[in-house]
C-alpha cells in the first residue's frame, strides 16, 4: 500500500490522556485526536509507516503500559493497524468539533467554515502533532484562568508562554487583548503550529514571537520582565522550570500552572513557595489541576 499509516488506537482512563499525546508525539506521530466516554478514553495517533516497525509499535505499546502502572492505572488497550494517505488526512479531525471553554472562549477547528456571527472569541486552531485543541481539562483550566486574569483591562500585558505546544494559550491572551506574547517550545513542531495558528487568527508575527528553546532561552527573547506566565506542561518539568523563572518576573507577575495531576499538586505548589512565589488558588477539573499563581 503507497504512502501507508499506521493508525494507533489507545483505550485508557482518561487521566492517561496528555501522558499517551506525549509519547506519541516523541514517536514521531504525525497527528493525535481523542474521545472521552465516560470512564474511558480513546487516543488515535498516525505514524508513517517507513517509520515505524512492528517491533517499534511492540516497544511503544509496552512504554505505554508502563507509565499506566506507574500511576497504578488500568492497563490501556493497545492496537495498531495501516490505513491509506486519504484516510490518514481526515480521520482524526472528523472527531474534534467546535468547543466552548470558559465565558469567553469557541475554539474552534480550522478547515470549518468561520461562522458569520460569533458570540464568543474565535480562537481558530490547526493543532498538527502538538498538544493544545481546547478539549483537555488542562488547557481549558488554563484558558479559564486567562479569562480572570486579563479580564480587567490588559492592553499592556506581557505573556511568557512555557511549553506553547499548538499556541493555543498565547492566541488566547491575544484575543483577551494582552499586547505581547513570547513563546517557547523545545519541539520544533509545536513551534511550526504555533506560527501556523498565529497566521490562522491573523495575528501579528510581532505580537506573538515564538522560537524553539525552553526558560532560558525565552529569556535570551525578552525585551523585559513579563506580567503573566502560562505553563501547561508535566509537573515534573514544572518542578524543574519554576527556579529559572524568577529572572522574567515583576513584583506583580503572575503564573498559570497546569499539566498537574491532583496528586501532584503539593510538590509542585511546595517549589512554587520555595522560590518567591503563592498559589493564590487551585482550580481543579476530574483528576487534574491548575495552580494560578502571583509573587509573594
Known amino acids: 500500500m503507497a504512502n501507508s499509516w499506521w493508525e494507533i488506537q489507545v483505550l485508557c482512563d482518561p487521566v ?45 505499546s509496552l512504554l505505554v503500559r508502563q507509565d499506566a502502572l506507574c500511576l497504578n492505572l488500568p492497563i490501556p488497550a493497545v492496537q495498531w493497524h495501516l490505513i491509506d494517505e486519504e484516510d490518514w488526512a481526515s480521520s482524526w479531525k472528523q472527531y474534534w468539533q467546535p468547543q466552548e471553554v470558559g465565558d469567553r472562549f469557541l475554539i474552534y477547528p480550522a478547515w470549518l467554515p468561520i461562522p458569520e456571527k460569533p458570540e464568543r472569541l474565535l480562537l481558530r486552531l490547526d493543532p498538527g502533532v502538538a498538544f493544545g485543541t481546547g478539549n483537555h481539562e488542562t488547557t481549558q483550566l488554563c484558558l479559564e484562568a486567562l479569562e480572570m486574569r486579563l479580564s480587567d483591562g490588559a492592553e499592556n500585558v506581557i505573556v511568557a508562554d512555557v511549553g506553547c505546544g499548538s499556541g493555543i494559550l498565547s492566541i488566547g491572551a491575544l484575543l483577551m487583548g494582552a499586547s505581547k506574547a513570547y513563546a517557547v517550545d523545545v519541539d520544533p513542531l509545536a513551534v511550526r503550529s ?8 491573523h ?25 503573566g506566565i502560562v505553563c501547561n506542561i508535566l509537573a515534573e518539568v514544572i518542578i524543574d ?35 518567591g512565589w503563592i498559589v493564590a488558588a487551585l482550580w481543579k477539573r476530574k483528576d487534574w489541576c491548575c495552580l494560578n499563581i502571583r509573587r509573594s
Open 16 to 60: 492517561l490522556e496528555e501522558n499517551i499525546f506525549w509519547r506519541m508525539e516523541r514517536s514521531g506521530c504525525k497527528g493525535t485526536a481523542s474521545e472521552v466516554k465516560g470512564n474511558v478514553c480513546l487516543v488515535r495517533a498516525y505514524l508513517p509507516e517507513s517509520q515505524a516497525h512492528l517491533l517499534d509499535l511492540a516497544a511503544l
Open 194 to 201: 504555533t506560527k501556523e495558528n498565529r497566521e490562522i487568527n
Open 203 to 227: 495575528l501579528d508575527p510581532d505580537r506573538l514571537l515564538v522560537e524553539q528553546g525552553s526558560v532560558d532561552h525565552l529569556l535570551t527573547m525578552l525585551e523585559g520582565p513579563v506580567d
Open 241 to 275: 522550570l519554576i527556579p529559572q523563572m524568577t529572572a522574567m518576573v515583576k513584583p506583580k507577575t503572575w503564573g498559570v500552572l497546569s499539566g498537574i495531576l491532583l496528586d501532584q499538586a503539593k510538590t509542585v505548589a511546595n517549589t512554587v513557595e520555595e522560590n
